[in-house]
């Protein structure tokens, strides 16, 4: 106030003086305004914490493992070793999967059996299943049930959990799983 009494008599026109300050101020809170969202959205990412460094998330339908988290991009390694930039204002917008968060896996498979299997055979297929299921102490069996009568199988559908979150453990139980069940239905 008191520089704006000495400018008016020293003969200037505050009102223009205060008029170009006000518009100034606009132009430089437009500005700034994605600098500050950048800022916002980091501060987000760093305090809620929705995923870390080394996390596997997925974005839409890009996937990998979180690199670095700056302030106004993250940075994500790909499997096939790419690295992706999102900015933060995308990833705080996005549904995100956060699979390091993941403690047990929830696995839905189908087995598919002929037409011309006899409807004995048929009936002793889940317990079958739930044999081979079982035989993995990480495994918690849930289900098996004949499904639908597909377009060229007769289809079951079996459903388990994994008591961990390391894909390769999984990939390693199912294709044991497939070799059983292609055993015992030989």
Known sequence: VGFIFLFDNLGYDVTAIITGLGIGGIAIALA??????????YFVIFFDRPFEIGDFIIIDNKNGVVDKIGIKTTRIRTLSG???????ADLTNSRIHNYKKMER???????GVTYETPAEKLRQIPDVLKEIVES????DFDRAHFKAFGDSS?????VYYIN????????????DYNFQIYERFE
Not at 32 to 41: E, K, P, R, S
Not at 105 to 111: A, G, K, L, T
Not at 154 to 158: M, Q, S, Y
Not at 165 to 175: E, F, G, K, L, T
């Open 32 to 41: 700034a305004q994605n600098i500050l969202g950048d800022l916002f959205n």
């Open 82 to 88: 790419e690295q992706l930039v999102f900015a933060n």
């Open 105 to 111: 896996r929830r696995i839905v498979f189908s087995v």
């Open 136 to 139: 993995q102490e990480i495994v």
């Open 154 to 158: 007769l289809d079951f559908e079996i």
């Open 164 to 175: 961990s979150s390391d894909y390769a453990v999984y990939m390693d139980i199912q294709q």
